[in-house]
């Protein structure tokens, strides 16, 4: 047995053996992509105070991800179905783990945010590949059990980045979450060459490159547009990013529909399944990322846990995230793609639901349930939605099947964040208004408070370090009158350090109940909306149909 797999997918005259192995090293391979963005929510606060970030720092080194990772998939995905899917994946696990060395050696916010794009450029090469793989190396009868564990890998991703960073964080810098992603991506190129046989469109013309273009050109402004409104305010920058991403969409569309071999067939949105699905997908991971931003906040500020008691805390939606892909792979078939994933949106919808009921007197147990909702719902979902995408493209376009469907999941994932971060920053700072209306602290300090929940517990911390100062000055006061004048001022102190803690606190509850209520109303009404556009029945897909013989692929990896 040769130790490299070098025999096209496409030439094997049966199903590939060990495709299962193969699955192991793409859903690997997805694993590290997904953490590299929640992890670093759980580092931000060491990275913020190591490098002194300010505020739209930290969002461009979260965000500066996102923009390359979205944008260049739809043409990346192209480019690797003509020439190669694995050899796609093997350069895209290669940038991102260069981006990664470089970003845990970096000392300055500029070069953390380049950092970061590279891996978000590494990360659009790999997302694609791994589902276009997935097609080509499965036999059509065994895709969506393929499918369901990739899907259920995906959820495992976002309760681990936590659980792992803060492990990591216990005893190292914030530099070791980067470095973790390297000695995975290492093993992933070694398993792409032993277990993944290589695989490339059998007919594929010249790549529509302007059309390519175009793409990256909308969906990065776009993408831009939604991180630079919301968080930075709506002026020049994020006003021309949206005139651009209107610009780029329509002539997107317009050069597509007269190219005779165009990157996307935008027609294919016409299909109501087609559409459905990616619609689903793209509001789930809106309720999702949106949740999960609220959701780890509130367990690591207001219940006080650490990094890693917070990644502990989220393992209740990952189990579930796998119980609800067992769920799908049974229903699915017995039920119809309509019925689970309408239920599955629901349950969504329920769980957001579920945590409208969050104040301040709320536990850890109060979020339990809702997590398990969550995760069945992403279970339920996501994997049906993902298998009608990628079996609406022939095999020349996996690629580009696999960057649509992870397209709609990233740009519903940061508009989830900007929607629901900006409704949570408004009433945060709109209650905590309210509740120290009134108070005798200082007025700088309350709007500094206003901010963001970590910085009204630092001014909360503020006051109270300036109590205990004052009543160690009062211990070694020169006279009676000057120890109890000291005391009584640090006795104030003391007061309004605890009534600002409590005041955050209840605040950032107040929050987060409001923020679930129009997450699930958005979910909820786009639950009604893919009801709709969902046929009863889906239709057979392009793989199913009568294909003709196929021509023998050249070898090559």
């Not at 992933?188 to 059998?202: E, T």
């Not at 070694?476 to 000291?486: N, Y």
Request: charge should be neutral; proline fraction near 4%; hydrophobic fraction near 55%.
């Amino acid at each position: 047995m040769r130790l490299v797999v070098n025999q096209p997918v496409e030439e094997m005259e049966q199903p590939y053996r060990r495709r299962w192995w193969a699955l192991l090293v793409l859903c690997l391979s997805l694993l590290i992509i997904v953490m590299a963005n929640t992890a670093l929510t759980v580092a931000a606060p060491d990275m913020t105070q190591d490098l002194g970030l300010s505020s739209a720092d930290l969002q461009w080194v979260i965000d500066g991800y996102t923009v390359p990772y979205a944008a260049l998939m739809l043409l990346l995905g192209a480019i690797g179905d003509k020439y190669s899917r694995r050899g796609a994946l093997v350069l895209g696990l290669v940038v991102f783990g260069g981006g990664a060395v470089v970003g845990s050696l970096v000392d300055s916010s500029e070069g953390v945010i380049a950092a970061r794009a590279v891996m978000g450029a590494g990360a659009a090469m790999i997302m694609p590949a791994t589902l276009s793989l997935l097609a080509a190396t499965f036999p059509r009868a065994e895709r969506a059990k393929a499918i369901v564990l990739w899907t259920a890998t995906a959820g495992l991703a976002i309760a681990a980045g936590p659980l792992v960073a803060g492990a990591l964080l216990e005893s190292h810098g914030w530099a070791s979450t980067f470095l973790i992603n390297v000695p995975v991506a290492a093993l992933a190129i070694v398993g792409a060459f032993v277990l993944i046989p290589p695989s490339k469109a059998a007919r594929h013309g010249r790549i529509d490159y302007v059309g390519g273009l175009l793409s990256v050109v909308w969906v990065a402004a776009l993408v831009y547009m939604i991180i630079q409104g919301p968080h930075f305010g709506w002026g020049t920058q994020a006003i021309t990013a949206a005139v651009v991403a209107g610009a780029g969409l329509v002539l997107f569309v317009v050069w597509e529909l007269r190219h005779p071999r165009p990157v996307l067939d935008v027609r294919r949105f016409l299909d109501r399944g087609f559409a459905g699905s990616n619609l689903a997908v793209a509001l789930f991971f809106l309720a999702v990322f949106g949740a999960f931003y609220f959701l780890t906040q509130h367990l690591q500020f207001v219940l006080g846990y650490n990094a890693f008691e917070t990644g502990v805390r989220m393992l209740p939606l990952a189990g579930a995230v796998f119980v609800g892909s067992a769920l799908t792979g049974f229903l699915t078939p017995r039920l119809g793609m309509k019925i689970t994933v309408t239920a599955g949106m629901a349950g969504g919808t329920a769980a957001l639901a579920l945590l409208t009921r969050v104040d301040a007197a709320s536990a850890y147990g109060d979020f339990v349930l809702p997590l398990v909702v969550l995760g069945l719902a992403i279970g339920l979902s996501l994997s049906p939605c993902t298998d009608a995408i990628m079996g609406a493209f022939p095999e020349s376009e996996l690629g580009v099947g696999g960057a649509v469907n992870d397209t709609s999941l990233e740009l519903g994932g940061s508009l989830g964040i900007a929607i629901l971060g900006s409704v949570l920053a408004g009433s945060y700072s709109s209650h905590l208004a309210d509740a120290t209306a009134g108070t005798k602290l200082p007025a700088d300090a309350l709007t500094t408070a206003q901010d963001s929940v970590g910085a009204g517990y630092a001014v909360a911390q503020g006051i109270g370090d300036q109590s205990k100062q004052l009543a160690g000055q009062a211990a070694k006061a020169g006279t009676p009158e000057q120890a109890d004048q000291l005391k009584g001022q640090s006795g104030q102190l003391a007061e309004g350090a605890r009534q600002m803690a409590d005041a955050v606190g209840a605040a950032f509850s107040d929050a987060v109940a409001h923020t679930s209520l129009v997450g699930a109303a958005v979910l909820g009404a786009g639950t009604v909306l893919v009801a709709v556009l969902l046929p009863r029945r889906t239709r057979a897909t392009v793989d199913d149909a009568p294909q003709p013989a196929r021509e023998p692929a050249r070898t090559g990896a």
